[in-house]
């Protein structure tokens, strides 16, 4: 195997490192994974077509991945300072937010996709 070979493969070793990392470390990530899995249970179950599985699919990977950069930006930021300075935490409560918006995103997704199939559901009873 090459140099470059073995440097590109042992990148995604470290990508995989990274993503245990988040699910072992981040209660929010581990919730919001089981979130997006119950999510994907309610999709099966619907019926979603192929373009609502791709808005589904990316929705919970945009807010697991946030959720990985938040939590990357908070160890360099605790690496960087162990004492309070304003820029820290405007750069911890930035991170946090994009999470929080991306959530609040995800949440209006759910309810334009399962919406309208779920509402149909109940009123055929």
Do not use: C
Not at 16 to 23: D, E, I, K
Not at 64 to 82: F, I, R, S
């Amino acid at each position: 195997m090459t140099h470059s070979a073995a440097a590109f493969f042992a990148s995604f070793r470290y990508a995989t490192a990274g993503v245990r990392l988040l699910f072992l470390r981040q209660r929010n990530a581990r919730i919001q994974a089981i979130i997006g899995a119950g999510a994907l249970g309610l999709g099966a179950f619907l019926r979603l077509s192929r373009l609502d599985w791709a808005m589904l699919v990316l929705t919970i990977a945009l807010v697991l991945a946030l959720e990985g950069v938040n939590t990357a930006l908070e160890a360099v930021v605790d690496l960087a300072t162990t004492e309070y300075h304003p820029l820290a935490k405007a750069a911890k409560d930035l991170a946090a937010g994009a999470v929080w918006l991306s959530a609040l995103a995800a949440i209006a997704i759910a309810a334009l996709l399962f919406g309208p199939p779920l509402l149909r559901l109940v009123g055929n009873r």
